[in-house]
């Protein structure tokens, strides 16, 4: 009896073990970084010192940083993956491989130390290894010098100088960046395509430049910028963020306006007679962007926000975004829309796009589809059909991928953009359908409140979502992200009874999904019935609460069939599942019956 006591307690203590039981943990750096830009050669050198804090359980022995300028070079994984996908981006395309030596990008260390000591490295592609002379142990704290020397490339993604609009100077990516590690292990993923992930922490950094450029990005300018000779020193602290940016231009304008609860708008874009009229009326509208976000996610953390022109589309980073700016004004309100909303949704929420794109992109497709809606006064009472239309096109191509496939594992840029933008996008907008939309409006709120700073993963946002309805929730986490289940209910028969009709529905695809039914009589009166699902153990509130609702017994996933009766008295005219079409029914040609 003694041995098999000692055999229990010895496996529950590994077990214990086995789980993760050490609670939420993230990184943190601090970066202050010297830059001194030489715009004819548009090559750079720079000097970085990284204060890194082990807030993990584990013994760091090497750290990875990301060299993301190593991409643009002919035979990086970004050039073959460009020059072998099926449907390669426009923008990039064989663009790669035809750079010459002074048109490629770079990033070279020229020293590298930890506490003052040499340490060795290794570097493939855009990710450089670095074996520590210390191992970092948990908790402990440690210093990282780097200098290194880099050129700008072409404008080919985003990053780069002078693209096809004249901006002189797009600076993402553009430094020496310390890899996340978290409760997975490293995230030290090549740059192939898309999608970042980075450490939470603050930057210091310092900027000389040719003094006719005007500087705008991420964090707040400190003081004047200080006039040396031909060139000016800009500087700049950005606090609490994973990520900094900046763009630059001699025929920069830089207007200001004021935003809501004190935050200064900044807009930067080239003295273009063309585009000026659009750019002064978009500065309002970024104002209202902004107050419809803190309204409906939470309040923006920080005391400035960067519309700049630059990049190659529309790109979000920390405190700012770069976007095209020659557009018609209905586009420029819609990109600006777009990427702002990325710094709730990506830039306070930081989840990884890499392996979560979804979370990212269709999140903030969802709320800058309502935004609009409200701001452009479209009036579109589902601004989300576009999603739907993506999402049931790929959903029927049979070239549909998860959305747990990672962001450069996408067998087309058509499945990544339709999953990321469009499916991430139905995810909410139907999650509303399935608990009710006060609910979802609930659940952004408190998912922000609670994960605002920190790096969120799908499970934790579907908990809040439990948290906030008492209903249980994994099963649609499970069907939607994880597997490629189709959502396709009909109504199968009608048929007449001596007391009334006897409905039968059948669930063809393999996601289930809680059922409204809509019976519209012939004298124009309308009512509802409710089926619950069983194994999400909760009855949302009536979506529409004019109209009289019965809610019937649970359907369980087992049963392909349900059978509900419509009783004799006021004579049907049709039947309807889901008239606000918020769930992502792939095929709604059998989801109406109009009775003879």
Not at 119 to 128: A, D, K, P
Request: proline share 5%.
């Amino acid at each position: 009896m003694k041995l098999m006591n000692c055999f229990w307690a010895l496996l529950f203590a590994l077990t214990s073990l086995a789980q993760n039981n050490t609670g939420y943990w993230q990184q943190e750096v601090q970066y202050t970084m010297s830059v001194e830009m030489d715009v004819q050669t548009w090559q750079y050198k720079g000097s970085q010192e990284l204060r890194y804090t082990n807030n993990s359980p584990d013994t760091l022995n090497h750290v990875f940083y990301h060299m993301y300028f190593n991409a643009f070079q002919p035979g990086s994984e970004m050039d073959v993956r460009s020059r072998t996908i099926a449907d390669p981006d426009t923008r990039v395309g064989d663009r790669i491989a035809s750079l010459s030596p002074s048109e490629v990008g770079y990033i070279r260390p020229t020293l590298l130390q930890q506490e003052g000591e040499s340490i060795s490295f290794e570097m493939l592609g855009t990710v450089l290894k670095v074996m520590l002379q210390k191992p970092i142990l948990p908790g402990e704290t440690t210093t990282l010098q780097m200098e290194w020397e880099a050129q700008v490339p072409i404008q080919v993604r985003r990053s780069g100088r002078n693209n096809d609009e004249g901006v002189a100077l797009s600076m993402t990516q553009w430094y020496p960046k310390l890899a996340e590690y978290d409760f997975q292990g490293w995230h030290a993923d090549p740059y192939i395509g898309r999608e970042f992930y980075g450490v939470w922490g603050n930057f210091d950094v310092t900027l000389k430049i040719d003094k006719s450029y005007v500087v705008g990005g991420t964090g707040y300018l400190q003081g004047e910028p200080q006039l040396q000779k031909n060139a000016k020193t800009w500087h700049f602290v950005a606090p609490k963020v994973h990520d900094f940016t900046w763009a630059a231009d001699p025929d920069f304008i830089h207007d200001t306006y004021p935003g809501p609860d004190g935050v200064t708008l900044n807009f930067y874009y080239q003295n273009n007679p063309s585009i000026i009229e659009n750019w002064k009326n978009l500065q309002p509208k970024t104002a209202e962007l902004m107050a419809y976000y803190n309204e409906h996610v939470g309040l923006y953390p920080y005391k400035q926000y960067s519309v700049i022109q630059g990049g190659d589309g529309g790109m979000e980073y920390g405190m700012c975004t770069l976007i095209t700016g020659e557009r018609k004004f209905e586009s420029l309100v819609g990109v600006t829309a777009h990427e702002m909303a990325h710094s709730w949704f990506q830039f306070v929420l930081a989840t990884n796009e890499s392996l979560h794109e979804w979370m990212d992109e269709g999140f903030t497709s969802y709320i800058s589809a309502r935004a609009e809606n409200e701001i452009m006064q479209e009036g579109l009472e589902n601004p989300f059909l576009g999603s739907y239309r993506g999402y049931r096109f790929i959903a029927l191509s049979g070239q549909e991928q998860p959305l747990t496939t990672h962001a450069d594992r996408y067998a087309t840029n058509r499945g990544y953009g339709i999953a990321a933008y469009s499916k991430g996008c139905v995810f909410l907008s139907q999650l509303g359908y399935v608990i009710g939309q006060d609910n979802l409006d609930k659940t952004l709120k408190r998912y922000f409140k609670e994960w605002a700073f920190k790096h969120p993963t799908p499970n934790d946002f579907i908990r809040v979502a439990e948290k906030v309805t008492g209903f249980e929730l994994d099963w649609y986490l499970q069907d939607w992200c994880q597997t490629t289940n189709t959502i396709d209910y009909g109504i199968k028969a009608v048929s007449d009874l001596e007391n009334g009709l006897l409905v039968t529905l059948e669930r063809i695809g393999l996601m289930p999904m809680p059922m409204d039914v809509y019976v519209t009589y012939e004298d124009g009166t309308e009512t509802s019935l409710y089926i619950p699902l069983q194994m999400m153990w909760g009855i949302k509130a009536n979506p529409f609460p004019s109209l009289q609702r019965k809610v019937l017994n649970p359907w369980t996933w087992a049963d392909p069939t349900y059978s509900l009766e419509i009783p004799n008295g006021k004579k049907v005219k049709s039947i309807t599942l889901d008239k606000t079409q918020l769930m992502a029914d792939i095929n709604l040609e059998n989801n109406s019956y109009t009775h003879q």
